[in-house]
């Protein structure tokens, strides 16, 4: 479920919060901006600045439920005026990738669009080189394990991109700190894994 807040009245000087909890009051998501949220309120600042030069701009978080379980959304406004907001709840299939299926030629786009969310990727039929790119707000990285007893894997990142596959046998993608998350759209939490046989730089 993809949850949203958009100012009626201040838009672009607009600065919503939204605050999920579960039954129990526990913060399950935060949203901090446009294009991501996160799993608490200490992952970011406040929005306390609009949130860019947009015709939207409202704030969005995504989570999953469980039938007979209770959800409450909070909307915070840190504006200095009154706000009325336009709320909206909308159900979406997520990315289909990264549920441990065989990776081993071309390439695939993923998406982190839950906290906590882990992408698993098999490549011990693999070889060649992996490319890992995304250019987001989120802290992503790609883990790559050579088995299941592997406690140091190896570690790509935006800046760091590219390795040789062998010998790793699992890929997992997620947010290196499991607390943030966006949504499967560029510039928020979508990536994508390229394999290749051309050497990294």
Known sequence: ?????????????????LVLLDERGVVQA?????????????VAPLGLRPQGITT??????????QAGQAYHLRVENYALAEDRVNLSATGFVPNPSGKGEALTSGSVQGAIEFVGEFDRYDVSGAGGYLRFVYAGPLDLVALLYNGPDDLYPRALDPVRNCAPLSPATLLVVRDRGLARAGFDEEGSGRYTLELSSTPCP
């Open 1 to 17: 479920m993809e949850v949203a807040a958009v100012s009626a009245e201040l838009e672009l000087s607009a600065r919503l919060r």
């Open 30 to 42: 935060v949203s901090v901006a446009r294009n991501w949220f996160g799993a608490y309120p200490e």
């Open 56 to 65: 939207d701009p409202g704030v969005r978080l995504n989570f999953r439920g």
